[in-house]
């Protein structure tokens, strides 16, 4: 058995069967025949995963690397290999005076699972650079490739979550940035800045990340737990009339987006503790293993909140991480 708390950030205590590295997608084209009839798991850097206990099966971890630049008269081109980690690659455009990721600094992870869940942060989501994404297809072994609108891209979603789920490896992103840049600072915690450039963006969410979120790598976490909830405005008005300060950022005009983190703060969660897991006492969206957690403290704590905000919001607020058991992935 290989042990996995090193590999996912959460921290929790579990083994996998098996562990394989995946070096380029011809390689994992070639172990397509072995994995038949077997369970896996692909892994990039366990950000956004928590293995709740021992895993019956084999974690394919993606390592391919490489950046390759090409310069365009208005934009720039980017390749990336899906292991490369994402907040080095924000620093690498950083160094080279290549704009547009600033506001998406310090987001743990590889840039292979980015698009997965279009990750996005202090206003920005990492669609509007996607050129294309290229991965191998774990049915027919073909390799494909797919533009930004036929990623279906979403809020925290996109078409590899939804049709493709299970079904593709990652091996590579093309990015494309414009050279034309345009400082995006209306986020609130952004807008106090004066004219910024991207180097001064880039040190204020590293900043501001740095104050609200527990470090990984000190305590262990996997971000947000659940996604902020998007309801319906009827649903929003009813509640304003009990919780006149429940926030909201627009979305369409039937529905509401509304800060999870404000749902559970509201219910008393923010310090409580189930075992070894924590709701974290600066931003109760998202839970922290104090080292001595189990998976099942964890589940624990998130059915609590789950259900509470079910009962007091009518929300059902579902999970933003991929909660990983013996045999795959499972719901709170
Ligand atoms: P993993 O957890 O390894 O995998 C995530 C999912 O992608 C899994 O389903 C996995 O099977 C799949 N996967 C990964 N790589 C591949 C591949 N190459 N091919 C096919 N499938 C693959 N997210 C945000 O959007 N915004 C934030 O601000 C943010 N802040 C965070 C802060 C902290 C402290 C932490 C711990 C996490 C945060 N996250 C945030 C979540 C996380 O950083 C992102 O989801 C990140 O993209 C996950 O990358 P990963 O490589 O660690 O993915
Ligand atoms: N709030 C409270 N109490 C708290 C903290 C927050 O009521 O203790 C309320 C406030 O109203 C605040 C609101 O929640 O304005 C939103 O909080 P915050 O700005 O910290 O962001 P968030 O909505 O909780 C989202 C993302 C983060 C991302 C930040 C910044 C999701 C699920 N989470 O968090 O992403 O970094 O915005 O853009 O969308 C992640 O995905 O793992 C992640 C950390």
Same mark, same amino acid.
């Given at each position: 058995?290989?042990?996995?708390?090193?590999?996912?950030?959460?921290?929790?205590?579990?083994?996998?069967?098996?562990?394989?590295?995946?070096?380029?997608?011809?390689?994992?084209?070639?172990?397509?025949?072995?994995?038949?009839?077997?369970?896996?798991?692909?892994?990039?850097?366990?950000?956004?995963?928590?293995?709740?206990?021992?895993?019956?099966? &084999?974690?394919?971890?993606?390592?391919?690397?490489?950046?390759?630049?090409?310069?365009?008269?208005?934009?720039?081109?980017?390749?990336?290999?899906?292991?490369?980690?994402?907040?080095?690659?924000?620093?690498? @455009?950083?160094?080279?005076?290549?704009?547009?990721?600033?506001?998406?600094?310090?987001?743990?992870?590889?840039?292979?699972?980015? *698009?997965?869940?279009?990750?996005?942060?202090?206003?920005?989501?990492?669609?509007?650079?996607?050129? &294309?994404?290229?991965?191998?297809?774990?049915?027919?072994?073909?390799?494909?490739?797919?533009?930004?609108?036929?990623?279906?891209?979403?809020?925290?979603? &996109?078409?590899?979550?939804?049709?493709?789920?299970?079904?593709?490896?990652?091996?590579?992103?093309?990015?494309?940035?414009?050279?034309?840049?345009?400082?995006?600072?209306?986020?609130?915690?952004?807008?106090?800045?004066?004219?910024?450039?991207?180097?001064?963006?880039?040190?204020?969410?590293?900043?501001?990340?740095?104050?609200?979120?527990?470090?990984?790598?000190?305590?262990?976490?996997?971000?947000?737990?659940?996604?902020?909830?998007?309801?319906?405005?009827?649903?929003?008005? !009813?509640?304003?009339?009990?919780?006149?300060?429940?926030?909201?950022?627009?979305?369409?005009?039937?529905?509401?987006?509304? *800060?999870?983190?404000?749902?559970?703060?509201?219910?008393?969660?923010?310090?409580?503790?189930?075992?070894?897991?924590? @709701?974290?006492?600066?931003?109760?969206?998202?839970?922290? !293993?104090?080292?001595?957690?189990?998976?099942?403290?964890?589940?624990?704590?998130?059915?609590?909140?789950?259900?509470?905000?079910?009962?007091?919001? &009518?929300?059902?607020?579902?999970?933003? %991480?991929?909660?990983?058991? !013996?045999?795959?992935?499972?719901? %709170?």
């Amino acid at each position: 058995m290989y042990p996995l708390q090193t590999l996912h950030t959460f921290g929790l205590h579990a083994c996998a069967q098996e562990i394989e590295y995946i070096h380029s997608l011809a390689q994992a084209k070639k172990m397509l025949n072995n994995l038949a009839g077997r369970s896996y798991y692909i892994l990039g850097e366990g950000s956004n995963t928590v293995f709740l206990e021992d895993f019956t099966g &084999s974690v394919l971890k993606v390592a391919i690397k490489g950046i390759a630049l090409q310069e365009h008269p208005e934009h720039y081109e980017l390749h990336v290999g899906a292991g490369e980690n994402w907040h080095e690659l924000v620093e690498w @455009c950083l160094d080279r005076d290549i704009n547009g990721f600033e506001n998406l600094a310090l987001i743990p992870g590889t840039v292979g699972a980015a *698009p997965i869940q279009n990750i996005g942060a202090y206003g920005v989501e990492i669609e509007q650079f996607i050129q &294309s994404v290229e991965y191998l297809c774990l049915l027919t072994g073909e390799l494909k490739s797919l533009s930004r609108e036929e990623c279906q891209f979403g809020y925290r979603d &996109s078409i590899f979550k939804q049709q493709l789920a299970g079904k593709f490896i990652i091996g590579m992103v093309k990015f494309r940035l414009a050279k034309r840049w345009q400082a995006n600072a209306e986020y609130a915690e952004l807008k106090a800045l004066d004219n910024p450039s991207a180097k001064q963006i880039f040190a204020k969410v590293v900043e501001v990340r740095q104050a609200k979120l527990p470090d990984p790598k000190k305590v262990g976490n996997a971000g947000s737990f659940f996604k902020n909830p998007i309801i319906p405005i009827v649903l929003y008005q !009813n509640l304003l009339q009990r919780f006149t300060s429940l926030p909201s950022y627009p979305v369409d005009k039937q529905h509401v987006k509304v *800060p999870a983190a404000w749902l559970i703060d509201k219910l008393g969660f923010k310090g409580k503790y189930i075992g070894g897991i924590h @709701c974290h006492a600066s931003q109760p969206l998202v839970l922290t !293993n104090n080292g001595s957690g189990t998976g099942e403290d964890l589940l624990s704590l998130a059915k609590q909140i789950k259900q509470a905000v079910k009962h007091e919001f &009518s929300i059902e607020l579902e999970n933003e %991480v991929q909660l990983v058991s !013996n045999s795959g992935l499972v719901n %709170v």
